[in-house]
């Protein structure tokens, strides 16, 4: 079964450092695509990174790179010199093919970013 | 490039009263969804289309939900009779089938069933 598994509810992160929230996956489906979206207050959700089953390197965008570990099955999302502005939920997601794409996602984690 | 418009943001009704939101994806993006995301939780798919057909509604409760996309753009879900435990976002998205499938993400609709 496809699964998405965010272990940690909440995190706290001092301004300016590093912080990295845990997802890991289940899929029997060779080709999939992993992401991460953050969801402020104001409860839009937005795209911040992309990952494919097949891409040789971890993917990074800006201050977010995702370190993605195949065998472990895990894609973790690493945000460098947080800011304030991070605190939000972050969802992980998978996108998978079984008679269609479908995207399914994590339980999130709430990110805290302290001054 | 416009994004994805939903409407209402915020309804409130009586359990056992009917609602209905509305969705419009952005243009040329050919699969839609719905997604049901009670507070504290991450989201859930309720139904997935691919232009005006229905690629997943396996955890629609069907019972009371519906929904449709007649002319493969604009997208409707329905919920008769309401209960509690829908008080929830509903969250429409569209995606572009054919690129990383990023999801595209309207503001929400949020559902307080009293």
């Known amino acids: 079964a496809q699964k998405i598994t965010q272990t940690q509810p909440g995190m706290f992160v001092q301004e300016k450092e590093a912080v990295t929230l845990d997802c890991t996956y289940d899929t029997s489906d060779p080709s999939y695509g992993l992401f991460w979206y953050k969801q402020p207050s104001s409860g839009e959700m937005i795209f911040l990174i992309y990952?494919?089953?097949?891409?040789?390197q971890n993917a990074t965008e800006g201050r977010y790179s995702l370190n993605f570990q195949k065998a472990r099955k895990s894609a973790n999302l690493v945000i460098s010199a947080s800011q304030l502005g991070d605190s939000a939920m972050y969802f992980c997601a998978m996108r998978y093919n079984t008679g269609g794409f479908k995207t399914i996602f994590g339980a999130g984690t709430r990110l805290f970013v302290k001054a | 490039e416009a994004g994805v418009a939903q409407s209402p943001r915020y309804k409130i009704i009586e359990k056992r009263q009917s609602v209905a939101f509305w969705c419009n994806p952005i243009s040329g993006h050919a699969t839609l969804y719905w997604y049901q995301q009670i507070l504290g939780q991450g989201p859930k798919l309720l139904i997935q289309?691919?232009?005006?057909?229905?690629?997943?509604d396996s955890q629609l409760p069907k019972d009371r939900f519906s929904a449709e996309r007649l002319k493969g753009v604009d997208s409707t879900l329905k919920i008769q009779p309401a209960k509690l435990e829908d008080s929830a976002v509903y969250l429409c998205?569209?995606?572009?089938?054919?690129?990383?499938?990023?999801?595209?993400f309207g503001e929400g609709s949020r559902l307080t069933v009293l």
């Open positions: 998205a569209s995606s572009f089938p054919f690129n990383t499938g990023e999801l595209f």
């Open positions: 289309f691919q232009n005006n057909g229905v690629v997943d």
């Open positions: 990952q494919g089953s097949y891409d040789q």
